[in-house]
């Protein structure tokens, strides 16, 4: 096992009602700066719980963020913030409205320009108190400390942590759920199950009871995937699913483990270059990085594929090859097209992205071992 | 699954050479208690690689917390405290010294007399920073709030949780474990066992994923409790015991679900009334209430058998009978006597127990099912 550090000290207030409790957590007379997306929570219920918890606050609202969301609409919310002394920051929306409200709320006491802290030119600013009430399951950003900013402006997107930028606490109603569009949870899914992955499927056995961990989200994944496919979800599927994205990417299953993250990289790629969604691009990738890397991953791939599917039988490799094909069988299962072919991208797109990779001299997954040669065979083997 | 409210801002700080970390983490110029027990710090070498991590800090001893920490010891420490205006405390040992340790830090500000936070008749005070190296795996101390406190004088014992009295941080490093007697790993193993199956063991299945988990740290201890044994333990072997240990009782485990403890409640009553070691309890009892209470957590039963045991065969009594033999056999196998009259305990014990139920009328386990007629069925059919 690695040496770690671990420390998470966000509250999760999770179930059916817990909307209400936002009068208990925060202070009567704050000054909060409300934050949301493209207006879904109109839809479904949330704003008006919201605004009827906050019932005597003095509350803000700036909605408008986008899914990957934007340098130049963040930095509005921050000025916002300064004229009006905001004490505190409530995201009502997605992973990217959590994810924006992370860089308003650190760029509010920064001397300077706050794209410093994504290009790693100035130490990530204290962040003020912020919270969220999360609608959408799937990045965990309600419990962690990272946050992914777009600029459309330079076509630049970076990912930044911040050491004590963690939610305060966040609130998590699993009836959300409910009323997604099945595009977002086939993307919630394999999102999740990607995340776990990449912090499951590397080159060794680092510790046991992380790997149970990481082996009982995916088994749940796969559980609850045709229940959550339905038109019509029960609570506890729904409410499953939701504690499952959380514990995917909140550091619990990541304890002395080392981490990959190549698919990610890749499929970042993907998505800049065809505007294809984040879980598909995962879809499309990992089943490539788990054939490429199948040599380095061997004793992970065999003991993933015993565990989560069941497989047993066979020599090593034919139990490698039958835990892939399960792998994306199952993504496909949940409405997902594996194949670069299937999206209509080919051969050029692999040279645009592979030349990125060798420029900018990066080598991807634990240890570096996805080098761009590997990126190339990766991206081939899912023409 | 059931509405909850989880929260935990230790920081867990693990690995080899890690307590060296404290003079990173306490800031200098802190007066600081140091608590211990028995003096095992000094023979596995922690003593000195605490005073070198501390050294050219205002340290204050207070060795000789108890197994079972006394009230009147750690009054004395709350007045050393008070009179040298002490910042932080240091426990230093296991789960006894930690607990100790919440008591006195919770002490320090109250004015009054603190076993009033034990019987309920005070508030729990917001305790003074504390923090942990923790020698011995077991409870979990080290990354929760809770601690139950003794009393010699009055012969009580009673638990207690303090909302915002977690360890600052825990250092955990795994070559404690090295030296452990064999006696204090059984105990370990059964009673990390025992608190899994409280927080899994219960009527209905309220959370796939929590299952999991719970099923990933039994499957663990199971797969690891041989190589404990050992003379010559690996470091990754007591590396995930060690973790695994504080995975057990830390509420990762807990989100959701229903708990049930009567196990605990029950083998407490043995070690007051015959001095049996408290891992020696519960593995006498836990076979008797999977047993008795077959009906009521059949459905988790079956589950249990079939994902930690891999039963599959059989009729749903049968799978159950022998998901009972396992556990009872796996206890035997980490060298514990789990039936009554092996420790010369015979009917006139059960009498004093079931009475003291009776009195107090205590309904043990989830919604009370474990009435004081079910705790003597339980006792009977561990003769």
Redesign the interface.
């Given at each position: 096992?690695?040496?770690?550090?671990?420390?998470?000290?966000?509250?999760?207030?999770?179930?059916?009602?817990?909307i209400a409790m936002l009068s208990k957590r925060i202070e009567k007379g704050k000054k909060i700066l409300m934050t949301y997306g493209g207006g879904s929570i109109f839809k479904n219920g949330v704003y008006d719980q919201v605004k009827k918890a906050l019932d005597g606050y003095d509350v803000i609202e700036f909605g408008g963020i986008e899914a990957n969301p934007d340098y130049d609409t963040l930095v509005k919310a921050i000025a916002i913030c300064r004229e009006n002394k905001v004490d505190m920051i409530l995201a009502v929306g997605g992973g990217s409205v959590v994810d924006g409200t992370k860089f308003i709320a650190a760029g509010v006491n920064f001397n300077g320009d706050p794209w410093d802290f994504l290009i790693g030119k100035a130490p990530v600013c204290k962040a003020i108190p912020f919270a969220s009430v999360l609608t959408l399951p799937a990045t965990a950003s309600e419990m962690n400390n990272g946050a992914v900013i777009s600029r459309r402006a330079t076509k630049e997107k970076y990912a930044f942590h911040n050491p004590d930028g963690f939610p305060v606490?966040s609130i998590l109603d699993?009836t959300v759920v409910f009323s997604l569009p099945k595009r977002q949870i086939s993307n919630g899914i394999v999102d999740i199950y990607a995340h776990t992955f990449e912090q499951y499927l590397t080159t060794s056995i680092h510790?046991?009871?992380?790997d149970?961990?990481a082996?009982?989200?995916l088994?749940?994944l796969v559980?609850?995937a045709p229940e959550l496919l339905k038109d019509d979800r029960s609570?506890?599927a729904c409410?499953?699913y939701m504690?499952?994205a959380t514990?995917g990417l909140n550091g619990?299953i990541a304890?002395?483990v080392d981490e990959d993250w190549s698919t990610h990289m890749i499929g970042h790629e993907l998505t800049a270059l065809h505007g294809l969604d984040h879980g598909v691009t995962l879809a499309i990738v990992f089943p490539g990085v788990m054939s490429v890397m199948r040599k380095e991953k061997r004793c992970k791939l065999l003991q993933y594929g015993e565990r989560v599917w069941g497989i047993k039988e066979g020599s090593e490799d034919e139990r490698i090859e039958s835990a892939i094909r399960k792998t994306d069988d199952f993504f496909r299962s949940v409405g997902m097209k594996t194949r670069l072919s299937e999206h209509g991208i080919g051969q050029e797109t692999i040279d645009v992205i592979v030349n990125r990779f060798r420029e900018r001299k990066w080598n991807l997954g634990e240890g570096g071992i996805v080098t761009p040669d590997k990126v190339e065979q990766i991206l081939k083997e899912r023409l």
């Open positions: 096992m690695n040496n770690f550090d671990f420390r998470n000290p966000t509250e999760l207030i999770f179930g059916k009602g817990q606490f699993p510790t046991k009871v992380m149970r961990w082996e009982g989200l088994q749940t559980e609850l609570y506890d409410a499953d504690l499952t514990m619990f304890m002395g």
